[in-house]
DNA sequence: TCTGTTATGTTTGCTAACGAACAGACGTAT
DNA sequence: ATACGTCTGTTCGTTAGCAAACATAACAGA
């Protein structure tokens, strides 16, 4: 039984409980690693865990008939994977993939639904975050529609920092344009573009924030407001 | 008191219920017409009605900051508005504006909330349909990343006569532009492009479907995979 | 019938992003 | 050291869709 997050950080939706109401919840996970590349969710799957992320990135990745797997967002210590079981349904619907290494509290999926009726204040706090990770959707949903790839593209790499706390991020071109769904020399170009500016620069594999403030800038517009309905909502 | 729905249509996300739980349901609800080009949700309003159309279409747009509407979909007597009181949000996140004229069962929303938390059964149906609205919203997303103007131009098309039973659509070319997000000249050429094919029709303000099957095969595989989800999940 | 408004058609030039292919630079393992 | 795989840079030709402007056609009301 965990009793002490604090030694590997902690999850942001977990820390909205009462202390109370969080260390009885805790008491129900376990504390796994998760590594890069691990795949915590396939579409179609029968969802046998939920995760909490507490460090580290996965990627909450959906694919449609033709087309390859892009990334819808980002999951870090700020959310969960996945929501739906709060809505009863448990068949995993995208793919979850580990985009940097860490750690989350995972718990089984009926000992959680068994939770979520029995802890009004949790499903509260998850509902609430159901409906972020919605609007979510709706965002990447006009982003995709509207912006252009190099602000998209600044998008990501700030979502990568907000989550990581790091300015230093390990992925390549290739993996970037993957994400994005659009062809890796797209994202050299734009990157070069970026690099150019002096708000990143990237080596093999790497890439490093330089001005973040400029990168915002450079973004498009669905950034802060994807952090603004988080914050709006929690 | 409405017993008795048949006489307008009915809604069939209610239709999926017990006849004593929907007549009890209904019990609380009212009928009222939705006339074209009615707003029936502005962003950021407290939802005070809840809609289940019955007859009619609405459809439900998003709109980013620095870009105009879009709609992410289109809600006929298969789903309602708006499903965030489900997850306990009071807040509208979309604008719905009434395309085709007809008539809406609305329940007041704190009725709304009280009937969800007394009946499992209608709540269970309406979580099931939330869960639907996600995975639509995933897929107009990548729909938006992937997929060429004139494809999703049919989809859009096909979508209206799927909700109204209806193979003559009364719509611009300017107001479909906007739906999708581009721009006018972009229609003018894809419709003409699927009226070439003898696909459809079509004269000042509206549209024609002739050949409903060939329209399938000329649109993207995302009106399939949208009716695919609904279907499966409900 | 005339007139103003709305809907559709068409053009020109431009840009973002695509597909495909290749070259060089950097690591790493043998 | 060499060889191989991976990552990044660059090119060429093509296409989808943008922006703006203008032309034609249909309808509605005075």
Same mark, same amino acid.
């Given at each position: 039984?965990?009793?002490?997050?604090?030694?590997?950080?902690?999850?942001?939706?977990?820390?909205?409980?009462?202390?109370?109401?969080?260390?009885?919840?805790?008491? =129900?996970?376990?504390? !796994?690693?998760?590594?890069?590349?691990?795949?915590?969710?396939?579409?179609?799957?029968?969802?046998?865990?939920?995760?909490?992320p507490v460090?580290?990135?996965?990627?909450?990745?959906?694919?449609?008939?033709?087309?390859?797997?892009?990334? !819808?967002?980002?999951?870090?210590?700020?959310?969960?994977?996945?929501?739906?079981?709060?809505?009863?349904?448990?068949?995993?619907?995208?793919?979850?993939?580990?985009?940097?290494?860490?750690?989350?509290?995972?718990?089984?999926?009926?000992?959680?639904?068994?939770?979520?009726?029995?802890?009004?204040?949790?499903?509260? !706090?998850?509902?609430?975050y159901a409906?972020?990770?919605?609007?979510q959707a709706?965002?990447?949903?006009?982003?995709?529609?509207?912006?252009?790839?190099?602000?998209?593209?600044?998008?990501?790499?700030?979502?990568?920092?907000?989550?990581?706390?790091?300015?230093?991020?390990?992925?390549?071109?290739?993996?970037?344009?993957?994400?994005?769904?659009?062809?890796?020399?797209?994202?050299?170009?734009?990157?070069?573009?970026?690099?150019?500016?002096?708000?990143?620069? +990237?080596?093999?594999?790497?890439?490093?924030? =330089?001005?973040?403030?400029?990168?915002?800038?450079?973004?498009?517009?669905? +950034?802060?407001?994807?952090?603004?309905? +988080?914050?709006?909502?929690?």
């Amino acid at each position: 039984m965990l009793t002490n997050s604090t030694a590997f950080g902690s999850n942001r939706l977990l820390n909205l409980l009462t202390d109370n109401c969080r260390q009885n919840f805790l008491g =129900h996970c376990e504390l !796994v690693s998760i590594n890069l590349g691990e795949v915590l969710s396939n579409p179609g799957d029968v969802i046998s865990y939920v995760y909490f992320p507490v460090e580290g990135i996965v990627s909450w990745e959906k694919q449609i008939s033709g087309s390859p797997y892009w990334v !819808v967002t980002l999951i870090g210590n700020e959310g969960m994977i996945c929501i739906s079981l709060l809505l009863g349904i448990n068949i995993r619907p995208c793919r979850a993939v580990v985009q940097k290494s860490g750690f989350a509290m995972r718990i089984p999926a009926a000992i959680f639904t068994q939770q979520i009726e029995l802890k009004p204040a949790l499903s509260l !706090v998850l509902n609430r975050y159901a409906n972020v990770v919605y609007n979510q959707a709706l965002q990447i949903a006009a982003c995709n529609l509207f912006h252009l790839l190099e602000r998209r593209l600044a998008r990501l790499l700030l979502m990568f920092q907000h989550r990581s706390q790091s300015d230093e991020i390990h992925i390549t071109q290739d993996q970037l344009a993957k994400m994005l769904g659009v062809r890796r020399v797209g994202v050299t170009k734009a990157a070069g573009s970026l690099q150019r500016k002096n708000l990143i620069s +990237y080596i093999r594999g790497s890439v490093i924030i =330089h001005d973040m403030n400029g990168l915002k800038a450079a973004s498009c517009v669905c +950034y802060e407001a994807d952090n603004s309905t +988080y914050n709006d909502m929690m």
